[in-house]
């Protein structure tokens, strides 16, 4: 009754009171300021890179079905090698997860967008074109070749003679530039868009964890910046920072690249310890187990992942005492992981565990992610490192810290918030077979590269010599990846199939639902909460739900809202820095061509596209956009 | 690496064994309480009350921090222990023989710095003894690894140089690897290390030393001569590091590193075939090495690198 009282009052009318123009079709996706329309463009922008990574994959173990394949020459397995980790690493599951924070974490905190919306389509489109900028090199004379580490010399223009490392280089500035831009914007969401009443310890676990995600991405990413910066001042400007024999170091890239790489791995798994923080309770029905301590393992864990980038350096020669502190440092890490493993674990202990699809692979994560966690630990131990190093052992390791971690837990938060985001819910059925395939697929294709490791089978190898043993188990990882492609298949099957049903999902679809986004419609309207929600406690639906509440309380009388304005600028903005890119990495070059060589030597293609650039920075300067409001009588439906 | 010959390989292979004992003990905790919890509180159709909401439990909290604290702890000693004690070079030993690796893309150049000895793909070691390494790369980083003797080290530029040690108690031949990705023959930049008493090195010292010798023909001589060794050196002429040393080429356990001399033919062929194999297509071999082709960049006939296969084969050391 107090709401229809107040909905009654009018609100004087205000200055932007007036309906905007709005696109439609593509040029709406373009212009799209609103943080759940950029959610589903992240989703399918990386679900895209993901699909090439994931074929990269595929075309690597069939060239390692057997000994002495000649199935890929070994220039270009070197090439599908670093695009593969590449690809996945920066291209794939980062967007993902930006899809799912984008998607969730203004739901979830109470808030109508993000702290800045223009920001975010930037940070989108930045990604999107530095990503499409790397792809390019497949068609453009050579994809990088020099792996994911891109270890100098070896990715220096002497050893790497085409442009497939500027490819490298160039794509990840621009790439990383929109991850930092999407950190920044989260981080300042969180600190000041929570609902009222929602304080720190108050947030959903998945917000804590994105928090500090973006916290490590706003100190990790200037890292590679710096890094990738030198390394293209090398390989075009004939810099040597990374040329011992000129006064440079080469070892200084690989400190570089850790010291960004390792956090790295923290920014990805993080979210999906987030993710499942989220599921599991839901689906057993009872609060997280020991929600304080979650949160100082997760700040914990964020803080040692500074500490420990030299473990992937044991073998450079750093000595023992650098060697000795790494590993315990390193080693360390287990305590707060192992923090989590047995608060999940409790969380269930007394529970009502329902098996849903997303708790499917939540309960599948922790075994999985911990095998990864095991490995790691034995790997920080660096006298065992010195063999355990650059062999399948680290890559069966890695991958089931990321794929057995972050992708399983991927899995799970799209399938829980599917319904959230599309308003369709996936099909039970196929979600389980999307499950039993893929992760029965990647335990046969990872769990045996632990014994190639041991047995000594390199990483980054393009082919082996027969009478190693080696050759039984490269046959049964090679099966196991076309499982785990299976287990992808099916899951697109999935997603077009639900694509055609009616979008009828109820606002708590899982019934369980414990956080604010599960109280708005599914889809929610663009605006999300028509009155901000007023929070009193943690899991604030829930909360409601026991004290018999089928709504959350408003914090505030229903009003206009204030939109921001759809705006074409970020996309342009990104285009801008695409064109300066391409046109710097061709600076040099010799074209044969008058036109061609004068526009690219004299770099006036670079000058273009900073001037696209910089002019729509100015244009949004100057031009004053107060965005527009959606009036009281249209929230009610008037 | 699960076989360890010698005392590096056998420490690592130690901490190896520990990590992975405590690791399987945390394994089946974990699994066993998930395997608990999944079958025990599963939720039964007719379930409709609420679970108690519980908030944590601050013992249990410092159970599960402490326990995985002292499993650190009791993995940390023995690694720092051994950490230190594989900082040993052997640099000032003067019992050591002195080693200086350089890799190659994508072979290895030993030389035996007491000895004023250089060679190339296979390292010869007296058993028992330590061997003081020196490593180093003419070109990008590559990772020197014998598998079983010892852990990996990098070959850095000059300048960054590393030492480490091993010694091989038993007698044999050891297969040794590239660990670093260094090109597209990365994988195939395999080595081997021969470890032989102490007088049979002696003996292979000394005969290392013996003049070149060069093939019958006088007119393959030459060519010999004009196309092969400008790059590479044999017996007593000095080594510009350029091309693998071909001294005593005949008698080494491999061609190339990888195509291995087994006269038996079981896990390989018979030098002069391999040495065939390798002359007429190098880049099918080794795909990017940097060996000018034979034929198309040399000029020489199919008759002329049989002719240098044929001599190379039969340059064996006594």
Redo the contacts between chains.
């Keep these: 009754m107090a709401q229809a009282a107040q909905s009654l009052n009018p609100s004087p009318p205000l200055r932007h009171d007036h309906s905007v123009k709005r696109h439609t079709g593509l040029m709406d996706w373009i212009t799209t300021v609103d943080h759940k329309k950029i959610a589903i463009l992240y989703l399918w922008a990386g679900g895209l890179f993901f699909g090439i990574g994931g074929l990269e994959a595929i075309l690597i173990r069939i060239q390692l079905i057997k000994p002495m394949n000649t199935f890929l020459?070994?220039?270009t397995?070197?090439e599908l090698i670093t695009m593969h980790g590449t690809t996945m690493i920066f291209l794939g599951v980062m967007p993902v997860i930006f899809a799912l924070m984008n998607a969730v974490i203004p739901l979830q905190i109470g808030a109508r967008d993000v702290a800045f919306p223009f920001l975010n389509a930037l940070g989108f489109w930045t990604f999107l074109f530095g990503g499409v900028l790397l792809n390019l090199s497949w068609i453009m004379g050579g994809a990088p070749d020099?792996?994911w580490t891109s270890?100098t010399?070896?990715s220096t223009t002497q050893?790497s003679g085409t442009h497939g490392v500027d490819f490298y280089t160039i794509g990840l500035q621009i790439a990383g530039l929109g991850t930092l831009i999407g950190g920044i914007n989260f981080l300042a969401t969180i600190i000041t868009m929570r609902a009222p009443g929602m304080s720190f310890m108050r947030m959903p676990m998945f917000v804590w964890a994105s928090f500090i995600t973006s916290a490590i991405i706003l100190f990790a990413f200037p890292a590679i910046t710096v890094g990738l910066v030198l390394l293209t001042f090398d390989r075009i400007l004939e810099a040597n920072f990374f040329d011992?024999?000129a006064g440079g170091?080469?070892?200084l890239w690989q400190h570089i690249f850790w010291i960004f790489g390792h956090p790295e791995v923290y920014i990805l798994i993080l979210p999906a310890f987030g993710i499942i923080s989220e599921v599991i309770p839901t689906f057993?029905?009872?609060?997280l187990?020991?929600?304080?301590?979650m949160v100082f393992a997760t700040i914990l864990i964020a803080f040692l992942g500074f500490m420990v980038w030299a473990h992937h350096m044991f073998?450079?020669?750093l000595?023992?005492v650098a060697?000795?502190l790494f590993?315990?440092s390193t080693?360390?890490i287990?305590?707060p992981t192992?923090?989590k493993?047995?608060?999940w674990?409790?969380t269930?202990?007394?529970?009502?565990?329902?098996?849903t699809t997303p708790n499917l692979f939540a309960?599948g994560f922790?075994?999985t992610f911990?095998?990864g966690g095991?490995?790691g630990?034995?790997l920080?131990?660096?006298?065992?490192?010195?063999?355990f190093?650059?062999?399948y052992f680290v890559v069966a390791h890695f991958h089931y810290v990321i794929v057995g971690g972050l992708v399983l837990g991927l899995f799970a938060g799209l399938h829980y918030w599917w319904p959230k985001m599309f308003g369709r819910m996936l099909n039970e059925t196929l979600g389980k077979w999307t499950f039993w395939t893929f992760i029965i697929g990647f335990h046969l294709t990872f769990f045996v590269q632990h014994f190639l490791g041991?047995?000594?089978m390199?990483r980054?190898?393009?082919?082996?010599?027969p009478?190693q043993q080696f050759d039984l188990l490269n046959l049964i990882s090679t099966i196991g990846a076309g499982l785990m492609g299976v287990g992808m298949l099916i899951f697109l099957t999935n997603i077009f199939l639900t694509s055609r049903k009616p979008a009828d999902a109820p606002d708590d679809p899982w019934e369980d639902g414990r956080t604010l986004e599960w109280t708005i419609s599914s889809p929610p309207p663009e605006y999300n909460f028509k009155q901000t929600p007023l929070v009193r406690g943690l899991d604030a639906f829930w909360k409601e739900k026991?004290s018999g509440h089928k709504t959350m309380t408003p914090a505030e009388p229903v009003g206009p809202i204030h939109m921001p304005s759809a705006t074409i600028l970020p996309f342009l903005m990104s285009v801008g820095i695409f064109i300066a890119g391409l046109g710097f990495m061709f600076s040099r070059d010799d074209f044969g061509n008058a036109f061609m060589g004068f526009m690219f030597n004299n770099y006036l293609v670079t000058a273009i596209g900073l001037v696209i650039t910089f002019g729509s920075m100015l244009l949004r300067s100057l031009y004053d956009d107060h965005g527009w409001h959606i009036g009281p009588e249209e929230l009610e439906g008037r | 690496m699960l076989r360890p010959q010698g005392p590096a390989a056998e420490s690592s292979f130690d901490l190896m064994k520990l990590s992975i004992t405590i690791m399987i003990v945390v394994l089946l905790i974990v699994f066993s309480i998930a395997a608990y919890v999944l079958v025990r509180f599963r939720r039964k159709p007719d379930q409709r009350e609420m679970p108690e909401q519980v908030e944590g439990s601050f013992k249990l909290e410092v159970l599960w921090t402490v326990i995985p604290l002292i499993l650190v702890v009791v993995l940390a000693v023995p690694t720092v222990k051994a950490v230190f004690a594989a900082g040993n070079d052997h640099s000032n030993d003067k019992n050591a023989i002195k080693v200086k690796v350089t890799g190659h893309q994508y072979w290895w150049e030993f030389q035996y710095t007491d000895y004023g000895v250089t060679t190339a793909q296979d390292l010869v070691i007296p058993a028992g003894k330590d061997i003081a390494f020196e490593l180093s790369t003419k070109d990008v980083l590559h990772s020197f690894w014998v598998p079983s003797l010892s852990g990996k080290m990098d070959t850095n530029p000059d300048g960054t140089t590393n030492r480490f040690s091993f010694s091989a108690p038993n007698e044999g031949v050891y297969r040794g690897k590239c660990a670093e990705l260094c090109g597209p023959s990365h994988g195939f930049m395999e080595f081997k290390v021969k470890s032989v008493s102490e007088a049979e090195f002696e003996k292979w010292v000394n005969s290392m030393k013996s003049p070149a010798v060069l093939p019958e023909d006088p007119a393959l001589a030459e060519k010999f001569k004009s196309q092969c060794l400008t790059c590479h050196a044999m017996g007593d002429m000095p080594d510009m590091s350029s091309a693998p040393n071909l001294t005593g080429i005949g008698s080494r356990e491999s061609v190339a590193g990888i195509l291995l001399n087994d006269d038996t033919g079981v896990d390989g062929a018979p030098v002069l075939e391999n040495l065939k194999t390798w002359l007429h297509d190098t880049q099918g071999v080794k795909p990017g090495n940097k060996m000018p082709d034979p034929k198309k960049d040399m000029n020489l006939s199919d008759e002329e690198i049989d002719g240098i296969a044929e001599f190379l084969a039969g340059y064996t050391l006594d």
């Design positions: 020459d070994a220039q397995f070197n020099a792996g270890y010399p070896l050893y011992t024999s170091n080469s070892v057993a029905r009872k609060r187990f020991g929600y304080s301590s073998t450079t020669g000595g023992p060697n000795a590993s315990v080693m360390l287990a305590v192992g923090i493993i047995f608060n674990l409790f269930m202990w007394g529970g009502q565990v329902r098996f309960v922790i075994p911990t095998m095991v490995t630990v034995m920080a131990s660096a006298p065992a490192d010195f063999q190093h650059d062999t041991l047995m000594g390199q980054r190898v393009f082919t082996y010599l009478n026991t």
